[in-house]
């Protein structure tokens, strides 16, 4: 375990990552699992380690939309919610370019991406050129995780390194929107609301 203020955090859980390994790190909505998205191997890790399904898909986060365009298409609608809600608690479902393993779009031809505002997976992508998964810190089906004794004590020895932000205040986790389709579906309400996006709209 390294406290999120440590000066060395960021460059140790990309070390840790860039392995092949697992990390548990927060985000402005709740703690994730983190790994390299681009590998079947580390994707493997992560769903056993939460106890998820084969067939449910987990999002991936990026350093920004540059990064992201590398894994999927970016549409016009995506690219204007991204424009307005990134970095933040948004993540958008689009058209797959093939680059992420199966695991990870469960075969769905579309992946879920996001960018987060957090302070420490900003500083965290300083040191790392690669999107990691960002599937919520819980076991799979559960509530979700605020207090950091409960991460701590649901995760410890199961991932190489832990990263120690503090509790997190409640959080829905990000919404979620698949903006392949017209009009885009709101998948599920988080820290955005419903509102929110229709005022965009």
Known sequence: MIKA???EAPRRAASVVERGGVIIYPTETLYGIGALASSEKSAEKVFDIKGRPHGSPIPVLGRD???????VEFNKTAASLAEEFWPGPLTLVLKDKGKLPPLITAGTRKAAVRVSAHP?????FNELDSPVTSTSANPSGGLNLLEFKEIFDTFNGKVELIIDSGNIPPSKGSTVVDATTIPPGIIREGDI???DLKEFF
Do not use: G, K, N
């Not at 939309?65 to 894994?71: A, D, G, K, N, S």
């Open 193 to 195: 609301t419903f509102r």
């Open 5 to 7: 203020s440590d000066p």
């Open 65 to 71: 939309i540059t990064m992201l365009e590398r894994l």
């Open 120 to 124: 420490f997976v900003i500083r965290l």
